[in-house]
């Protein structure tokens, strides 16, 4: 990626930081939670992954100090946060900006993975269900986060709205994507 302007930006180092040092357990089980909360409000989502939808994948942002273990489990999904190696159906790696403009619609995955900023390993094909499965329920992590948390969104999208400045990390999902 030459262009200076198609540059994907690094998680915050003190984040990578954190996450060195930080229990990984009450992590695991509050996106463990938030995943199920998502599966209920968007169902298609398993529709969508078909024969995947017991699959395990594994996301690896390649500048944090951990990976997770996706487990959708026929719509009770599982997220585990690992500091070492785990293994699923299907790895995709990349940088935690990447990963997140993927969900959000921000970034093209094709163009990531021909890129070499996302490298798929293992099942593609569980992959690419996971990528359509996504992309078709066009989720908005942030808004979701806001919507679970009551009396407390209006703050929470504020401080989302600045981290998302401040790190240049797509933490919401685009107006109008720029695909790239």
Not at 13 to 33: E, G, K
Not at 134 to 155: C, F, K
């Amino acid at each position: 990626m030459s262009d200076p302007r198609n540059q994907i930006p690094r998680c915050p180092a003190a984040l990578a930081a954190a996450l060195r040092f930080v229990p990984l357990a009450p992590l695991s089980l509050s996106l463990t939670a938030f995943s199920r909360k998502i599966t209920r409000k968007h169902p298609d989502l398993l529709n969508r992954l078909g024969e995947y939808s017991r699959a395990a994948f594994v996301l690896d942002p390649t500048d944090l100090p951990v990976v997770l273990l996706l487990e959708p489990n026929d719509g009770a999904p599982r997220i585990r946060l690992s500091r070492g190696r785990v293994d699923g159906a299907a790895r995709i790696s990349g940088p935690l900006a990447a990963l997140l403009g993927l969900v959000h619609g921000a970034f093209d995955g094709d163009a990531l993975f021909f890129s070499r900023d996302l490298v798929i390993e293992g099942d593609t094909a569980a992959a690419l269900a996971l990528r359509n499965a996504i992309d078709d329920a066009e989720l908005d992590l942030a808004h979701e986060a806001a919507t679970l948390s009551g009396p407390l969104a209006r703050p929470l999208k504020q401080i989302i709205a600045f981290a998302e400045r401040r790190t240049g990390l797509c933490l919401t999902r685009p107006e109008d994507a720029i695909l790239w």
